[in-house]
């Protein structure tokens, strides 16, 4: 099962007369927020992005109200914005008609703040695959119901996952995991000339671990999954053969990885 993330972009864009009313709410997000970002990023989980918003974000984040000793959250905000690589982007276009509850946009927000949201309300409700899965928290959500957006007679309903416990929210995660479950076809003890073995899997020891380290970094183009294996100077690339479980093989061939991953891969 396939997801992306929408993050609330309220969870870094604070209303600053609600900050200094309830400094203890924001206080518990700057808690909180660092548990999110760990799990994107140790999931390379695709999050609905672009540079645009990246910069509304960079630029009004609430460094200004950061207490002393807070710097290390505002380090970690950026840090995590930072090392974001499985970005889906989307186009600059505002459907006003369409229309999502509770209304992301904010009053707080800028002008231009205001019209990257917009964009990303159109895009949530206009693709629906892969799913579109909303992260936020309970103190700036408030609501019992999911969000929801709406164009005429087309209503869409999102999962939202309140990020507030971070035990549950490595449950969440795992159950988008992918799973490495090797093809014997691949054994590099038995495979014949028609079959690439996966030098990072030895079948005679059954230890999985390294072939899933490798899963669990790589980088998705179409229907499979990528990465360079350092250790053994190959790439491998991983396919789906079950619902989130896939195995792997060696790719020997460069031109044969997707140029979109080799320019990930060389950064």
């Known amino acids: 099962?396939?997801?992306?993330?929408?993050?609330?972009?309220?969870?870094?864009?604070?209303?600053?007369?609600?900050?200094?009313?309830?400094?203890?709410?924001?206080y518990d997000l700057m808690g909180k927020l660092p548990?999110?970002?760990?799990?994107?990023l140790e999931n390379n989980a695709a999050i609905l992005l672009k540079e645009e918003l990246y910069y509304e974000i960079m630029q009004f984040f609430p460094y200004n109200s950061m207490p002393n000793g807070?710097?290390?959250?505002?380090?970690l905000t950026f840090d995590f914005l930072s090392k974001i690589c499985n970005v889906h982007v989307y186009d600059?276009?505002?459907?006003?008609?369409?229309?999502?509850?509770?209304?992301?946009?904010?009053?707080?927000?800028?002008?231009?703040?205001?019209d990257e949201v917009r964009y990303l309300i159109t895009r949530i409700h206009s693709i629906q695959e892969?799913?579109?899965?909303?992260?936020?928290?309970?103190k700036l959500w408030e609501y019992e119901s999911n969000l929801s957006t709406s164009l005429k007679d087309a209503k869409f309903e999102y999962e939202t996952v309140c990020s507030d416990d971070k035990e549950v929210l490595i449950k969440y995660f795992e159950k988008y995991k992918r799973k490495f479950e090797h093809n014997p076809k691949h054994d590099k003890y038995k495979t014949g000339l028609k079959e690439s073995p996966l030098s990072c899997f030895n079948e005679r020891t059954g230890d999985i671990t390294k072939a899933q380290e490798l899963l669990d970094k790589s980088y998705e183009h179409g229907n499979s999954f990528y990465y360079f294996d350092v250790e053994n100077s190959v790439w491998v690339v991983f396919r789906n053969h079950e619902e989130?479980?896939?195995h792997g093989f060696n790719q020997n061939d460069r031109e044969k990885i997707?140029?979109?991953?080799?320019?990930?891969?060389s950064k």
């Open 1 to 26: 099962m396939k997801y992306v993330a929408v993050l609330d972009i309220s969870s870094f864009i604070w209303c600053q007369k609600d900050f200094e009313e309830n400094k203890e709410k924001y």
């Open 70 to 75: 807070y710097e290390i959250f505002e380090r």
């Open 92 to 114: 600059s276009i505002d459907n006003s008609e369409i229309t999502s509850y509770p209304n992301l946009v904010k009053e707080h927000f800028s002008k231009s703040t205001t």
């Open 244 to 246: 989130n479980r896939y």
């Open 35 to 40: 548990d999110l970002y760990d799990q994107l």
């Open 258 to 265: 997707p140029a979109s991953i080799r320019k990930i891969m």
């Open 130 to 138: 892969p799913k579109n899965v909303f992260f936020t928290f309970e």
